[in-house]
């Protein structure tokens, strides 16, 4: 799994939530947006888990992430 910059994929978790994945300091940059955005946030050691059951929340991250110039890898 890749974690620098955003991690996101389409598949829901089996809760029903997308998944996005992302490194400490990515999180940092995104955190006040992803606050904003009402967005379930755990951490794991070094590595960030968002999770959401809205699509366009998480495309909304992953927009203003692109505008932020984080990469984004998505499968």
Known sequence: ???RGL???R???PGGNYVVTMDLETYE???QLINRLGLSVET???VVIVRDKSWS???RLVNSARELGIS???D
């Open 11 to 13: 598949r829901r978790d």
């Open 1 to 3: 799994m890749r974690v």
């Open 44 to 46: 794991v050691g070094n």
């Open 57 to 59: 929340r998480i495309r």
């Open 72 to 74: 984004v890898y998505e």
């Open 29 to 31: 940059l995104l955190k």
């Open 7 to 9: 991690n996101v994929g």
